[in-house]
């Protein structure tokens, strides 16, 4: 059974940094595709980045100047490294994967927020950055 569980988050003020992790444990092998999204409360979840098998990376235009996302492979981890944080990234943030292809792309999950696409969720945590 495929398990994600995600430390991290919390309040900072405007201009600080937060990092989140991901740890994955039952994966057979390595995930085809590891994710960030986040959700405003009564909005739609929307993609923030992912990392397919090929370690192809894609941030959404929003993120992509400020948010990076390390790896641990040998702990199985992805973090999210969020930097220059503003109060519109004020979120609950998820991780989220799906670990065979079965047809699906990385990077269309991700920039189009097609949540459907991933088989596997973590319980998410708010970030919250005050105006």
């Known amino acids: 059974q495929v398990r994600l569980v995600e430390s991290g988050g919390g309040s900072v003020q405007s201009g600080g940094s937060l990092r989140r992790s991901c740890t994955a444990s039952?994966?057979?092998?390595?995930?085809?595709?590891m994710a960030w999204f986040r959700q405003v409360p009564g909005k739609a979840r929307v993609g923030v980045v992912s990392?397919?098998?090929?370690?192809?990376?894609y941030y959404a235009n929003s993120v992509k100047d400020h948010f990076t996302i390390p790896q641990d492979n040998a702990k199985h981890t992805l973090y999210l490294q969020l930097d220059s944080l503003k109060p519109e990234d004020t979120a609950r943030y998820y991780c989220?994967?799906?670990?065979?292809?079965?047809?699906?792309?990385?990077?269309?999950?991700?920039?189009?927020?097609?949540?459907?696409?991933?088989?596997?969720w973590g319980d998410g945590t708010l970030v919250t950055i005050p105006s």
């Open positions: 039952g994966v057979p092998g390595t995930s085809d595709c």
């Open positions: 989220a994967a799906y670990v065979d292809w079965r047809g699906r792309d990385s990077r269309v999950t991700v920039l189009g927020n097609f949540v459907d696409f991933l088989d596997y």
């Open positions: 990392i397919d098998g090929y370690l192809g990376i």
